[in-house]
């Protein structure tokens, strides 16, 4: 046999490079038929045997007992076959037991290379199909070199890549730290899977917090949704199917051990836990924290919202950069615009103004229509006759005719906005023309005073002296 102790072999490979005994005996198999074709001839009908206690292979050529043999290699006579059975008869089938050293070196070559070929390829299958199941999940990992600012991960069996768009800013490894990360992709790839790791990703933060935290990895807490600035700041919304599990202490823990690990293995980047909601105005009012909300103006059409709060927690609901509205806004799902009480009582105010110049409008109709939802003349102008027939309580044409007066109103604001535009143009210009006009008298006086000084100038005064002198 070309390959001697094949069991050993076979649980062998199979045991260190995790790969299906069933496909091994398959593939070698496959390669003793292939090189026996190729010692006998193409149309040779082959079948391998192997027992998988002893681990010996039996190969057999089958051959077709007929009265005139006209292919050699699946044909044979009538008296050869009694040779073999005594009681064959023409149209049987005889399976003729056949030395594997018959095969001759070209052909256990052959062999050998489609067993190698074809154990790669089961190999390479083997790390897809377990790499696949881990995808989404958390694995460790050995930094073995740099690639062009990629960081290559040792994972055991295969290699993975962690791109520097996936690396926390700020974050240094040498070769040999051990690195945790997420699966974000496995690709199938001729020369092999191509495992694409993650730190960065918003379900890394998720994942983390079920290897922490007992009750989200059971279940009873649910975090709902994740939103991440890497290396920054994070939140996460979180609920309980059991009333009496608190999910923000769960999350936290005791002292806040539990959350604090996931900081420390985050680089300290501050997660914000906050508790999710089906009422959409209280979960973005949670989502906002540590802010506190005084009032929410929702626009259910658009999923965007207007957050007011008190003056002093303006910056706070802000964030540095923007990044709490940002975080919130990804969690929630909704657009949210954040200003202070002062300035959306100066906004209400313009609005009540706007609407007061309309003649039919007086300040209980204002206070009706800014209700509404009509928060200027802009809104009243984009209205549909009908719906302002129902809320102001007017006939249509009555109705239309507001539609008109408000639009004419702004065309006159609009003139007015471009008259003042223009107003502080022409005073921009003429203050450019009054600098250049004094620029233009500086440098006047400049080239006098030169003049006077060259005139008062003693060495200057010889000099003419002695043109003088020599006219003469």
């Known amino acids: 046999m070309f390959i001697t102790d094949i069991k050993r072999v076979i649980d062998q490979v199979s045991r260190e490079k995790g790969i299906d005994a069933e496909i091994l005996i398959t593939t070698i198999k496959e390669a003793i038929v292939s090189a026996a074709r190729k010692k006998i001839g193409p149309r040779a009908d082959i079948e391998v045997h192997y027992d998988e206690k002893s681990g010996d292979v039996e190969v057999f050529h089958f051959k ?7 292919y050699a290699d699946s044909e044979l006579t009538l008296e050869d076959g009694y040779e073999y059975d005594p009681e064959c008869e023409i149209g049987d089938s005889l399976g003729i037991r056949i030395d594997t050293e018959d095969f001759g070196r070209i052909a256990a070559q052959s062999a050998k290379q489609v067993i190698i070929q074809k154990m790669r390829e089961a190999e390479r299958n083997a790390v897809y199909d377990n790499f696949i199941q881990k995808q989404g999940k958390i694995i460790n990992g050995i930094v073995q070199r740099f690639d062009r600012g990629n960081l290559v991960v040792n994972l055991g069996q295969a290699e993975a890549i962690l ?10 490894y040498k070769r040999g730290d051990r690195i945790r990360a997420y ?9 092999g899977a191509q495992i694409i790791l993650s730190r960065t990703h918003p379900e890394f933060l998720t994942e983390l917090f079920k290897t922490e935290v007992p009750e989200v990895a059971e279940g009873i807490v649910s975090i709902r949704a994740s939103a991440r600035v890497p290396g920054l700041r994070a939140k996460i919304a979180v609920s309980s199917i059991d009333s009496d599990v608190d999910p923000v202490g769960a999350c936290v823990g005791m002292k806040g051990n539990r959350v604090q690990s996931i900081v420390q293995e985050l680089r300290g980047e501050k997660i914000d836990i906050v508790q999710w909601s089906p009422d959409i105005a209280r979960f973005v009012c949670n989502a906002l924290s540590p802010a506190e909300i005084a009032r929410v103006i929702i626009d259910e059409d658009n999923r965007s919202m207007e957050v007011i ?59 009706n229509l800014f209700k509404a939802g009509y928060a200027s003349v802009l809104d009243i102008s984009e209205t549909p006759v009908e719906d302002l027939v129902s809320v102001m309580d007017i006939l249509p044409e009555d109705a239309q005719a507001t539609i008109e007066e408000a639009g004419q109103i702004l065309e006159q604001e609009r003139l007015a906005v471009k008259q003042e535009r223009e107003d502080r143009a022409q005073a921009r210009l003429a203050e450019e023309q009054e600098r250049l006009a004094e620029e233009q008298e500086r440098l006047a006086e400049e080239q006098t005073d030169a003049a006077i000084e060259d005139l008062e100038d003693p060495e200057a005064t010889a000099v003419d002296d002695e043109m003088e002198d020599a006219e003469k």
């Open 309 to 367: 709060v008190n003056d002093e927690y303006l910056s706070i609901a802000i964030g540095k950069g923007g990044q709490n509205v940002s975080l919130a806004c990804e969690i929630t799902g909704w657009h949210l615009e954040v200003t202070s009480e002062e300035e959306y009582s100066r906004e209400v105010k313009q609005g009540y103004d706007s609407l007061m110049k309309l003649s039919n409008v007086g300040m209980a109709m204002a206070e």
């Open 64 to 70: 077709e007992v007929v009265a005139e043999v006209e």
């Open 183 to 191: 699966v974000q992709d496995v690709l199938e790839e001729s020369k």
């Open 163 to 172: 791109r520097p768009r996936d690396q926390m800013p700020k974050e240094n």
